[in-house]
C-alpha cells in the first residue's frame, strides 16, 4: 500500500481570542467544503427543509412529474394494478416502500416488487416484465425506483404489451436510455429514495412528511454527498429516524444496540442499512422492504431477526472473498484491478471490491462467474469515473449501469478476459499517477490547547457529516 499524503487545506491566522479562534476554525472548514458566502454558510448550517426544496433546485422536470400525477390518478380511477419496481439496496427498497405506501394511500391497486438479484439481476428487464403481466392481466402501469433510466428494452417490451411505465432514476444514463417511457422523473442531484419521496410529497405534502425516515436512510446509505438538497433529507430524515415509530426500524434499533436519541449518519451507514442490504445481498430484498413498512411488532421482531441472521453470514462471507481477492490483486501491478471466480457470491462482489479499493487505492472490478454468464461490481478512485470507462469498451457487456465511483454490469465469461485487457489498455492514459496516490485532506492544523468541548460543540454545527461533508 503505497503512503497517504497530507493535504492540508487551510491555515490558522493566529486569532488573539480563544472564541475568535474557534470561529475562524469553523469558517475554514466551511471555506473547505465550498462555503464561503454569508448567504452560503447559513443554507449550509440550517438547510431547506425537503417540503420546500423546488423542483427546479432538484433539476426534476416539473411536466415529467405533472404528466406521472395525471397517469396514477387514471390508473386509480380505472382500478388498473400497478406496480411500483424496485431495486434490491438500501436506497431502492426505502424509495420503493415511500412510493408504495403514498400509493396505498390513495387507495390505488398497488404492489411493491424488488428483482431477485441472481435470477433477475438488476433492474427492469423484459422478461419479468412479461412474467407480471401474465400474473396480473391488468396490469397497466409500472413505475421503477433507483433504477430504469438504461432499460430500452425492458420499457419498450412492456409497451408492446399493453404497459406504461414511468422511470424513477438518478443513475447515469447511457446509451439504452428508455424512450418509450410514458414519463420520466430524472435528476442526478438526489437519491432513488429522495426522488420517490419528492414523487411522494407531490401526490401529498402531509403524508410525504411521514417518510422522511426513509428518505434520510436511502440517502445516506448511497453514499451520496450531502451537500444542497441531499443535506436536507439527511438533516431532517435523521430527526426522524431518531423519532420513528416503524416497528421493524425500532427492532433493528434493538437488535445493534443503537439509542435512538443519538442516531447520525454513521448509525446509518455502519449498523442500518448493512442490514437492510444484507437480504438482496444473500436472499430476497422484498424481506427488508416488508421489515420497512409492516406495522405489526411481531413480524417486525421475526424480518430483523432474519435480517440480523442474514447480515451476519453477509460478514463472513465477504472476509472469505476479500482474502482471496487480495492474494490475487497482490499478484498484479495493472493500474485497475479486475478480479473474476466462480467462488465469488454474487451478493458481495460490490463490498469486495470496495475493499480491494481500500487496501490498494486502484479502481476494482470483481466478477461472480456462474456458468456462461458473469456479474461484476466496480468501484473506483476519486477522480476516475469508472462507469464512463467502462462504456469505452461496452461492445462486450450484456448490460450496465452506475456512477462515477460505483457501477455493475453482466458479461459473456468468454469475453472477461478482453475486456479486461481493452479496459486496462484505454485507461492507462487516462489512470495518471496522480490519481492513484491516495491523498489525506486535513482542514487545518491545531495546537493541542485549541482543543475543547467547546470547539467540538462549534464542529458539531456542521452535522450530518458524510460524503461531501466529512
Same mark, same amino acid.
Given at each position: 500500500?503505497?503512503?497517504?499524503?497530507?493535504?492540508?487545506?487551510?491555515?490558522?491566522?493566529?486569532?488573539?481570542?480563544?472564541?475568535?479562534?474557534?470561529?475562524?476554525?469553523?469558517?475554514?472548514?466551511?471555506?473547505?467544503?465550498?462555503?464561503?458566502?454569508?448567504?452560503?454558510?447559513?443554507?449550509?448550517?440550517?438547510?431547506?427543509?425537503?417540503?420546500?426544496?423546488?423542483?427546479?433546485?432538484?433539476?426534476?422536470?416539473?411536466?415529467?412529474?405533472?404528466?406521472?400525477?395525471?397517469?396514477?390518478?387514471?390508473?386509480?380511477?380505472?382500478?388498473?394494478?400497478?406496480?411500483?419496481?424496485?431495486?434490491?439496496?438500501?436506497?431502492?427498497?426505502?424509495?420503493?416502500?415511500?412510493?408504495?405506501?403514498?400509493?396505498?394511500?390513495?387507495?390505488?391497486?398497488?404492489?411493491?416488487?424488488?428483482?431477485?438479484?441472481?435470477?433477475?439481476?438488476?433492474?427492469?428487464?423484459?422478461?419479468?416484465?412479461?412474467?407480471?403481466?401474465?400474473?396480473?392481466?391488468?396490469?397497466?402501469?409500472?413505475?421503477?425506483?433507483?433504477?430504469?433510466?438504461?432499460?430500452?428494452?425492458?420499457?419498450?417490451?412492456?409497451?408492446?404489451?399493453?404497459?406504461?411505465?414511468?422511470?424513477?432514476?438518478?443513475?447515469?444514463?447511457?446509451?439504452?436510455?428508455?424512450?418509450?417511457?410514458?414519463?420520466?422523473?430524472?435528476?442526478?442531484?438526489?437519491?432513488?429514495?429522495?426522488?420517490?419521496?419528492?414523487?411522494?410529497?407531490?401526490?401529498?405534502?402531509?403524508?410525504?412528511?411521514?417518510?422522511?425516515?426513509?428518505?434520510?436512510?436511502?440517502?445516506?446509505?448511497?453514499?451520496?454527498?450531502?451537500?444542497?438538497?441531499?443535506?436536507?433529507?439527511?438533516?431532517?430524515?435523521?430527526?426522524?429516524?431518531?423519532?420513528?415509530?416503524?416497528?421493524?426500524?425500532?427492532?433493528?434499533?434493538?437488535?445493534?444496540?443503537?439509542?435512538?436519541?443519538?442516531?447520525?449518519?454513521?448509525?446509518?451507514?455502519?449498523?442500518?442499512?448493512?442490514?437492510?442490504?444484507?437480504?438482496?445481498?444473500?436472499?430476497?430484498?422484498?424481506?427488508?422492504?416488508?421489515?420497512?413498512?409492516?406495522?405489526?411488532?411481531?413480524?417486525?421482531?421475526?424480518?430483523?431477526?432474519?435480517?440480523?441472521?442474514?447480515?451476519?453470514?453477509?460478514?463472513? $462471507?465477504?472476509?472469505?472473498?476479500?482474502?482471496?481477492?487480495?492474494?490475487?490483486?497482490?499478484?498484479?501491478?495493472?493500474?485497475?484491478?479486475?478480479?473474476?471466480?466462480?467462488?465469488?457470491?454474487?451478493?458481495?462482489?460490490?463490498?469486495?471490491?470496495?475493499?480491494?479499493?481500500?487496501?490498494?487505492?486502484?479502481?476494482?472490478?470483481?466478477?461472480?462467474?456462474?456458468?456462461?454468464?458473469?456479474?461484476?461490481?466496480?468501484?473506483?478512485?476519486?477522480?476516475?469515473?469508472?462507469?464512463?470507462?467502462?462504456?469505452?469498451?461496452?461492445?462486450?457487456?450484456?448490460?450496465?449501469?452506475?456512477?462515477?465511483?460505483?457501477?455493475?454490469?453482466?458479461?459473456?465469461?468468454?469475453?472477461?478476459?478482453?475486456?479486461?485487457?481493452?479496459?486496462?489498455?484505454?485507461?492507462?492514459?487516462? $489512470?495518471?499517477?496522480?490519481?492513484?496516490?491516495?491523498?489525506?485532506?486535513?482542514?487545518?492544523?491545531?495546537?493541542?490547547?485549541?482543543?475543547?468541548?467547546?470547539?467540538?460543540?462549534?464542529?458539531?454545527?456542521?452535522?450530518?457529516?458524510?460524503?461531501?461533508?466529512?
Amino acid at each position: 500500500m503505497k503512503a497517504i499524503k497530507w493535504k492540508v487545506l487551510g491555515k490558522l491566522q493566529n486569532s488573539k481570542t480563544p472564541s475568535n479562534k474557534k470561529e475562524e476554525i469553523v469558517n475554514i472548514l466551511l471555506e473547505n467544503r465550498g462555503i464561503k458566502k454569508r448567504q452560503e454558510r447559513e443554507e449550509f448550517l440550517n438547510p431547506i427543509h425537503p417540503r420546500d426544496l423546488t423542483l427546479e433546485e432538484l433539476k426534476v422536470d416539473k411536466t415529467q412529474v405533472e404528466k406521472t400525477i395525471r397517469r396514477i390518478k387514471a390508473a386509480i380511477v380505472n382500478k388498473e394494478k400497478i406496480i411500483v419496481y424496485g431495486d434490491y439496496d438500501a436506497d431502492g427498497v426505502s424509495g420503493t416502500a415511500i412510493l408504495w405506501e403514498a400509493l396505498w394511500g390513495l387507495k390505488a391497486d398497488v404492489l411493491p416488487y424488488i428483482p431477485e438479484r441472481f435470477s433477475e439481476g438488476y433492474g427492469l428487464n423484459a422478461e419479468s416484465v412479461k412474467n407480471l403481466k401474465s400474473k396480473y392481466k391488468n396490469l397497466k402501469l409500472i413505475i421503477t425506483v433507483d433504477n430504469g433510466i438504461v432499460a430500452r428494452d425492458a420499457v419498450k417490451k412492456a409497451k408492446d404489451i399493453g404497459i406504461n411505465v414511468i422511470i424513477t432514476d438518478h443513475h447515469e444514463k447511457g446509451e439504452k436510455y428508455p424512450e418509450d417511457a410514458f414519463a420520466v422523473i430524472h435528476t442526478k442531484e438526489i437519491g432513488g429514495a429522495g426522488i420517490a419521496w419528492i414523487l411522494s410529497r407531490e401526490i401529498n405534502k402531509d403524508f410525504a412528511l411521514g417518510q422522511l425516515d426513509l428518505a434520510a436512510m436511502g440517502t445516506i446509505a448511497d453514499q451520496l454527498p450531502l451537500i444542497g438538497p441531499n443535506r436536507s433529507f439527511a438533516k431532517y430524515g435523521i430527526l426522524a429516524l431518531r423519532e420513528t415509530k416503524r416497528p421493524g426500524l425500532r427492532e433493528i434499533y434493538n437488535l445493534a444496540s443503537i439509542d435512538p436519541k443519538s442516531i447520525d449518519t454513521y448509525h446509518v451507514n455502519f449498523m442500518i442499512a448493512p442490514r437492510i442490504n444484507a437480504m438482496g445481498r444473500l436472499a430476497h430484498a422484498i424481506e427488508s422492504l416488508r421489515l420497512l413498512c409492516t406495522k405489526s411488532p411481531t413480524k417486525a421482531l421475526e424480518l430483523s431477526t432474519l435480517l440480523e441472521k442474514t447480515n451476519r453470514d453477509r460478514q463472513n $462471507l465477504v472476509e472469505e472473498t476479500v482474502v482471496h481477492a487480495k492474494e490475487k490483486a497482490l499478484k498484479t501491478n495493472e493500474k485497475i484491478i479486475i478480479l473474476h471466480s466462480d467462488n465469488y457470491h454474487e451478493g458481495i462482489i460490490g463490498l469486495a471490491a470496495s475493499r480491494l479499493v481500500e487496501e490498494f487505492y486502484r479502481p476494482s472490478i470483481v466478477l461472480s462467474i456462474k456458468g456462461d454468464i458473469a456479474k461484476a461490481s466496480a468501484r473506483s478512485v476519486s477522480g476516475f469515473n469508472i462507469i464512463k470507462a467502462i462504456r469505452l469498451v461496452n461492445e462486450y457487456l450484456i448490460d450496465g449501469g452506475g456512477h462515477e465511483m460505483a457501477a455493475g454490469f453482466s458479461i459473456e465469461t468468454k469475453n472477461i478476459e478482453i475486456f479486461a485487457k481493452q479496459l486496462i489498455r484505454k485507461s492507462r492514459t487516462l $489512470l495518471t499517477e496522480s490519481l492513484l496516490q491516495k491523498r489525506l485532506k486535513i482542514d487545518v492544523e491545531l495546537e493541542l490547547s485549541d482543543v475543547s468541548f467547546d470547539l467540538i460543540d462549534k464542529i458539531k454545527q456542521l452535522e450530518p457529516f458524510g460524503i461531501g461533508n466529512p
